[in-house]
């Protein structure tokens, strides 16, 4: 790609945001998209409007993103949000004082040599401005390396430094939330899993209670079997839709009245498949006589589940969080594999399913999940090879020849050209992230956070191996597969050589995600779409409106991977292309101020793990900085700087004992709760029984349980009867 | 070796178990023994000749030994002794199902093929009737390696169900053990390191008893805080000393009114350096007066330490089993590295100096030390291979020529060429283990049995490493050291190649270790000597006597990887030639029977760790069984059994496996207390204050404290003025 081609992608890319931003400006002070632009602050009570955004200046979003608080992101969207930031900032930080250095020194160090001249001369490569300012452009074992061994240490020893303080200040934020005076119910319960056989005469409860009646004979509350709730759930989901489309048929005959006769024009459905075939019948009496045959249904199937589909798992409640902490963290059974007592999730993020999984069936599971993972890794590599292969011009134009009276027009070319293989890259990318997911639950872990940072994990490793390591080494490295298989560390060699070459397309890949990527991000055009055309035609009554505008979550599964790919980028280049860290600092800049709006005002969390991400932020960053450092290290061996390639040995050990370090100091209080924060006071005494009924599944909550609410508060295990 | 020599080295070695055991039979007969033979017995209070082994047969000790049961041993010596019994009998068992096998299959395999024979005729190897035994004799691909094979599996499959019926057993001696009704008091308290600085104005009590306070605000009892006792220590040291003295001197002065004048002579002492120069005193009266100088000293002394030498580690004690059981579990501060609270170890084998160690400190000491571990084993190969080098006869002769006439008669030509190197090997792994027990110590590890548990596992890798695979390649290592370095996997076959020639070496030095060993063993000869040259010249009073004959105990550190290094030997030998496996049963039979004996009759245990070092046991039978797996796969690929060498892979991947499985299912419930078995109900309410005053170190305890017993035990926190 020569300097143009670079300047146009820039320049369309810059372009695509502003347009994208003046969108946003405008179509969100429209009232009818409120829902769109405003959906967090609407579904906690506030009024979207407040600080005026809509009436003032096009940019007053910017500034309510600059004013607000950590306080105000927890507040508004949770402590993981909070620490999703830290972060972003960390990253920002790492790479503004990076640049501070690297740039007013790296960049008139190459500028004033002329190694790229000099092969040119010789040679016939192509060649660009951009060349001039990489380290590629210093002469082979010139004096004028010694700033960039100075560079490398710099930006590790930046990257410590900021880790170190990151690492704290979540460590205290994670401490704080879990000490606040809240009611929690999850910090009440624990999960108990791997429950042996019950003895002869006891049912699964009475185990349970005087299993942990006999430890904790003050603080244990009562227990909850986990049942096996497919039928009941199947029951009532076809229930829940039955009422929704009720609602929907009243809607629209209510609609009707006021539109066409006033008696009104009852609506009709099918009754066969899908609703296309079959006789026609009244939509409001059928959905009302489906509801009422299932209803007792439901109620039976709640019964039978209740008392014969238990399950060897349950959840225990404690009156006092320090006595739930303290058991989620000590061993029960002399057996190990029996009675394994973890913390309760949230129990909005239970995957229920997995619950019942056993002891070494999940670490079974573990295994052939990572086992399948690395497969996937290592198979996707070969089409992603094959697309940034095809996907140049020359090769688009000898495969799809009829393209070619179109491609050669000058403008067209010139974008095909900057964008084609990035497009082509980002597609790709969107295919993995479910399957992942779907891997990750198949572990057998028990709760979406966990889930999620499980696949976020294997995303990483995905994204970096393939697409970073894949793109680099491109068509090299089949060609020299066999010299690798000869001669291992010659990978490093082979990478650190190869980098130089893709400074630009990895620049116009940061500056593609930032500014289109956010620009989408902050214009919610999409959504925007969607809604509008789901109101128009598809919803009628107010929950399926909601529905139609509810906004989802940060998708920390493939947000934080894809922030890890762009800050691997940006280490691995900062000294060989220091052009790359303004890209990364625009690209986190943005991030941040992006974010922060769509976090205070769009996105509602789907579950809080209180910061649970960050030791794997932590260890992922650690990761990129060592790759940086190796390559570095291959890349002054490239450069024939000997003696002081051997003053780079030290930084790798260096980052290892970082991670090291951190991991034994930190990483515990983030997979336990620490007792002294635990131990804080409560507001009022807690509710036991709305803790209780917190973990119960909607699908077997009754309305009659309300009943016998104040009855039970009292009797604590006396309801073994009764309830599971 | 030829068979001649090996079989008048077992025979000599036969003999000499004979002479002991027979002296073991008469001397345990004289009553004047009874504390070196019956030690055990009479500390327990119990009568040293019930069971009549004084009057009827010579081998009733044997019959006790058969009938006594595991209980008694837990009741006589303790629940490590009996996990150790459990190790004994697992080996054994391992070895008898082999040979069961083994035996009447391979040695006829063996014996009818003539691999040996034809290649003696084509050369000029040395050859004995041994050979003709060995896998060596089979010639190369033949079908007979079939049985080799199977043999291979076998012992496998052996070890795998044995080691894992043993690990039930263990683990529920353990369990039983922790869950006994009488008062233990290290299971009321928790060891607290890493306090940090306490707040302005707080004391470290009172900072250490809020702490807990509030976390535990029902089951805290109090706490003591460690204090710096060197001072302290080297007073009542001091003390202590000036009293055996004096009681010492005053029987000499009664004992000199008996035998001499009837006024008596008082015995006089010199002043000066180490009581050899000097001007000479009265004895009674000076150290009565250096007594009383030291009384007041130790009580200023203890006052300082208790006040002023506070430091940043304590004791908590809880008033249940369980709830000191789960504190010791779960994680107290935010910050991982402070406040770590751990199981207290027993007040006796309390390590004082090592608790103030902070966090990060004990990790780098204990990198440091396993560097240093590192090192002195592989420099100690070099003496080793030089010693097994220079200690064959000829070598002896060349070097000291004037051994020569002596050396070449034949009879002493036999018992040396049998022993020399034995010996020199043996002696020469005395000097180490206190080396390691130093090194372990300096890890920071709080207690005896733990530092004991390191220096076993320190001396276990010494002892395969040099003494195993050491001698068995011998000087061929170093001749063959380029090969290795081009091809490092090559060391297998090397291994596995050496091996058969060193078999007769190894089954020699077997049969030393049992019938010289366990006949020292059980004769007690050397204490019996020791104990009546200090009984003859120099104790005078009961207490010197009772430390004249004070047993100590099993001497776990040197005693396990001995037996490791005999089964290692068995397991590897066990299908190249299966000869070994009557020595191995031998060895464990007979070490069984003799140390039942010791145990119930003379060692006291020193410390109780609840069979804590049961992992570490199975961990390192797994260990030696792999490295058999792997040395067979070698020499399956030596007897260029191409197809069959294959089949052998599975094993070492399933004994991966197992050791993971193994690991998985216990070892959790071997390094914490199940809160299920913590808490069982005690025989009566704990008096908190003698838990508390059992871990106030001798030093410190003052005789005034008795009065102020019953006060305290009720004020529970008040006591923090007074006391530390």
Known sequence: ???????????????????????????????????????????????????????????????EAFSSSEQDVINMSGVDTAAYFVFLSTALAILVLSGLILLPVLLPVAATDNNVKTQKT?????????????????????????????????VSLVTYFLLWKAYVHVSVLRANALMAPGLKPEQFAVLVRDIPHAPEGQTRKEQVDSYFKSIYPETFYRSMVVTNNKEVNKIYEKLEGYKKKLAHAEAVYDESK??????????????????????????????????????????????????????????????????????????????????????????????????????????IQQYVVSFIVALTILFYMIPIGLISALTTLDNLKKLLPFLKPIVDIAAVKTVLEAYLPQIALLVFLALLPKLLLALSKAEGIPSVGHAVRAT??????????????????????????????KEP?????????????????????????????????????????????????????????????????????????????????????????PLIIPFGVVYFGLGWLVLRNQALKVYAPSFESYGRMWPHIN?????????????????????KFSFCTLLLIPLPILSLLFAYVCQKKFYRSFSDTALEVASRELKETPNMEIVFRSFIPPSLSSEKADDDHFEDALSQVSRSGSFA
């Open 1 to 63: 790609m020569d300097f143009s081609s670079f300047l146009t992608s820039l320049g369309t890319s810059f372009l695509i945001f502003i347009v994208l931003m003046l969108l946003f400006t405008w179509l969100s002070r429209r009232p009818g998209n409120s829902v769109v632009y405003y959906p967090n602050r609407i579904l906690k009570g506030l009024d979207p409007w407040e600080g005026g955004s809509r009436s003032r200046n096009p940019f007053a979003w910017i500034r």
């Open 122 to 154: 010789n040679g016939n490569q192509t060649f660009s401005e951009i060349d001039n300012l990489l380290m590629g452009n210093v002469k082979d074992d010139s004096p004028r390396l010694w700033a960039y061994l100075f560079a490398t240490y710099w």
């Open 258 to 363: 006021k539109t066409g006769k006033p008696e009104g024009l009852r609506p009709t459905t099918k009754i066969g498949l899908l609703g296309l075939v079959g006789r026609k019948v009244d939509s409001i009496e059928h959905y009302n006589e489906k509801i009422k045959e299932l209803i007792p249904k439901l109620e039976a199937e709640q019964k039978t589940t209740l008392r014969e589909k238990q399950q060897a798992c349950a959840f225990a409640f404690f009156t006092t969080r320090v006595a739930a902490a303290s058991a989620a963290q000590s061993l029960h059974a002399q057996m190990v594999d029996t009675w394994t007592v973890t913390e309760a999730p949230e129990p909005r993020q239970i995957i229920w399913s997995n619950l019942k999984m056993k002891y070494f069936q999940r670490i």
């Open 456 to 485: 976020s994990g294997k995303y990483f490793y995905f994204i970096v191996l393939n697409v970073f390591i894949g793109v680099t080494l491109g068509g090299t490295l089949f060609s020299t597969f066999k010299s690798i298989e």
């Open 489 to 577: 560390n010659s990978i490093v060699k082979l990478l650190a050589s190869s980098l130089p070459g893709n400074a630009s397309f990895f620049l116009t890949f940061v500056a593609l995600k930032f500014f289109v990527g956010y620009g989408l991000e902050l214009s919610r055009v999409v959504p925007l779409i969607i809604f509008h055309i789901k109101k128009k035609y598809l919803c009628k009554t107010e929950a399926e409106l909601k529905q139609a505008w509810f906004p989802g979550d940060l998708g920390y599964a493939t947000r934080i991977p894809g922030d890890m790919l762009v800050i691997t980028i940006a280490l691995c280049y900062s000294v060989i292309a």
């Open 619 to 639: 260890a992922r960053v650690i990761a990129a900085l060592i790759l940086f450092q190796v390559t570095m290290f291959g890349y002054f061996g490239v450069k």
